[in-house]
C-alpha cells in the first residue's frame, strides 16, 4: 500500500480510500444481481464463477439435480449471470404465454454478446423489431408452405441414404451425416441453394477446420466449414474465447476486451471476427445477388423477405441488409444443429432400446411399399408411435437447455417477485427428467 502510494505521489490515507472504494464497486458489482434475487433458492455460489463448477461436474443433468434439491424455481449462476430456473410445467407456461407481456424478450447470452454476425436475427431482435419481423416470415411457417418441403426433403435423405450404402464397410458418424441432411434441407427452404452436402462423397468431408478451408477452393466448403466454426465457437461454458468468459464473469468489460483481442492475430476472439466476417461478406453476396434477380419466386425464405420488403408491406428500416443476411443465416443455424441434434438423439436412444426400435420398425414398414413415398398428411397421421419416440427424445436431451427470457417489468413467478432485467429459464424437463421412461408402451 505504502509502495502505491509512493509511486503515484499521494498520501496513504487516499489510496486506502480508494482502494477500498474499488474493492467495495467491484465486490458490489459481483454480489448485486445475487442481491437483488436473495429470496429465490438456489445452491451456494462462488464469487466470479458462480455455478460454472457444478455445471462442469454434472453436465446438464446438473438442473435435474438442483431442481430436486431446491424444486420448481431456483437460481443458477452463470458466472455472474443469475438464470432463475424454471422446472414446473404450469410455471413455464406462465412465463412463455401468460406473461409473455413482461417477458417478451430472450436474454443475450455472453456468447452472442461477442458475435454481431448472430444478433440481428429473430431470435435476438426486441421487442417491436422482433414481431415485425416475425409477423412478416410467419407465412414460411404455415402447414401448407412446410407440406410443399417435404419432397426436396425426401430427394435430400435419398441422397444422404446412397452415401451409407457407399460406405458400409467403414463407421459412419450420424452426426455429421444428419448436419449435412439438415443443413441442406435448411439451406434450400432458407437460401433456395443447394449446397450439396447429402451427396455421396461429398465435398464436405473434412469440415473439421476452418483453418483448412483456405486451402480448398470449393465456395460452398468454405462457407459451410465457417459455418461450423462460427456455430461451435458460440459455447456457453469455460472453454469459449476469452472475451466470451470474461463476458460470463464481468459482462461490463466483455466488449473493450472483444475489441482488443479481435485485433491479436491468433487469438480466438481473431479467429471468430475473421471467420464471422467471412461469413457476413458471403451472406451479403448471396441478398445482393437475390435482390438483383427480379424472377426470384417466394418458394425460399429469403425471396419471400425480399419481395415483402419490395412490395412495401413492411418498413425497410426493419428489414434492412444487414438483418436480411443475419436472419437468413440464423435459419440455417437454427435450423441445421437443432434438427442434427435431435435426430442423433433419437438414433442414439433408440439403439439402446431393442424394443422400441422393433415397434417403430413395424409402424413404419406398415406404412406400404418400400417406394411409397409419404407426404405431410401421412406424416401428420401415419406414424403415431414415432411421433411420440420423436417427443420422448427431445425431452431427455433437450437441445438448448439455457436459452433464457428476460423481464422487462416487475413479475411474479412462482410465488416469487422478479425485479426488472432477470433472466428466466422455462425448462421443463428438468421437472419430468425425474421419471425418465421410454418404452413400448
Ligand atoms: C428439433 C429441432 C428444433 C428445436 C429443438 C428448436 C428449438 C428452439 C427453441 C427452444 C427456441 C426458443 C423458443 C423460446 O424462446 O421460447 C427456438 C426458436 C427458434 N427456432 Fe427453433 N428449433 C428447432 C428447429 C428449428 C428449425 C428447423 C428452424 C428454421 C428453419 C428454427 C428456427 C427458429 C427460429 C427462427 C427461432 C426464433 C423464433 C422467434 O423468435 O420467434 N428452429 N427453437
Known amino acids: 500500500m505504502l509502495f502505491i502510494s509512493v509511486i503515484l505521489n499521494v498520501p496513504l490515507a487516499s489510496t486506502i480510500f480508494i482502494l477500498v472504494t474499488l474493492m467495495g464497486g467491484l465486490v458490489g458489482y459481483l454480489y448485486w444481481p445475487f442481491w437483488k434475487l436473495r429470496k429465490v433458492p438456489g445452491p451456494p455460489s462462488l464469487p466470479l464463477v458462480g455455478h460454472l463448477p457444478l455445471l462442469a461436474k454434472y453436465g446438464p443433468d446438473v438442473f435435474s439435480v438442483l431442481a430436486k434439491q431446491y424444486g420448481p424455481i431456483y437460481r443458477f449462476h452463470m458466472g455472474r449471470q443469475p438464470l432463475i430456473i424454471i422446472a414446473d410445467a404450469e410455471l413455464c407456461k406462465e412465463v412463455g404465454i401468460k406473461k409473455f407481456k413482461e417477458i417478451p424478450n430472450r436474454s443475450i447470452p455472453s456468447p452472442i454478446s461477442a458475435s454481431p454476425l448472430h444478433q440481428k436475427g429473430l431470435f435476438f431482435t426486441r421487442n417491436s423489431q ?80 476452418v483453418e483448412q478451408s483456405s486451402a480448398n477452393s470449393d465456395e460452398v466448403s468454405i462457407f459451410i466449414n465457417q459455418h461450423i466454426y462460427s456455430t461451435t465457437q458460440l459455447k456457453m461454458d469455460l472453454s469459449g474465447s476469452f472475451s466470451i468468459i470474461i463476458g460470463l464473469i464481468a459482462p461490463i468489460l ?9 485485433r491479436i492475430p491468433g487469438t480466438m476472439d481473431w479467429k471468430m471476427e475473421c471467420t464471422n466476417k467471412n461469413l457476413t461478406g458471403r451472406l451479403d453476396d448471396i441478398v445482393k445477388k437475390r435482390m438483383e434477380d427480379k424472377s426470384r419466386t417466394s418458394k425460399n425464405f429469403l425471396s419471400l423477405i425480399l419481395n415483402t420488403r419490395e412490395s412495401k408491406s413492411v418498413s425497410e428500416n426493419v428489414f434492412s441488409f444487414d438483418y436480411i443476411s443475419a436472419v437468413t443465416y440464423e435459419h440455417l443455424l437454427a435450423g441445421s444443429a437443432t434438427t442434427s441434434f435431435t435426430l442423433s438423439s433419437i438414433v442414439y436412444l433408440v439403439a439402446g432400446h431393442p424394443n422400441v426400435e422393433e415397434k417403430l420398425l413395424q409402424e413404419i414398414d406398415g406404412f406400404g411399399p418400400h417406394d411409397k413415398i409419404p407426404n405431410a398428411k401421412d406424416l401428420n397421421e401415419s406414424f403415431p408411435y414415432l411421433d411420440q419416440v420423436i417427443k420422448e427424445a427431445m425431452r431427455i436431451y433437450t437441445v438448448s437447455p439455457l436459452v433464457a427470457r428476460e423481464t422487462s417489468n416487475e413479475v411474479e413467478i412462482g410465488g416469487y417477485l422478479l425485479p426488472k432485467v432477470i433472466y428466466l429459464c422455462p425448462w421443463t424437463l428438468v421437472f419430468y427428467k425425474t421419471s425418465v421412461k421410454i418404452s413400448c408402451g
Open 254 to 262: 466483455q466488449e473493450p476486451i472483444r475489441q482488443i483481442l479481435k
Open 130 to 209: 422482433w414481431s415485425t419481423m416475425r409477423n412478416t416470415i410467419l407465412s414460411v411457417y404455415q402447414p401448407s408452405h412446410l407440406a410443399n418441403l417435404v419432397p426436396k426433403m425426401q430427394s435430400f435423405i435419398e441422397s444422404a441414404t446412397q452415401n451409407l450404402d457407399d460406405t458400409s464397410k467403414e463407421d459412419i458418424i450420424f452426426s455429421n451425416l444428419s448436419l449435412r441432411l439438415a443443413t441442406d434441407v435448411i439451406g434450400d427452404a432458407a437460401f433456395g441453394v443447394n449446397f450439396g452436402l447429402s451427396k455421396p462423397h461429398s465435398i464436405c468431408e473434412s469440415m473439421n477446420n
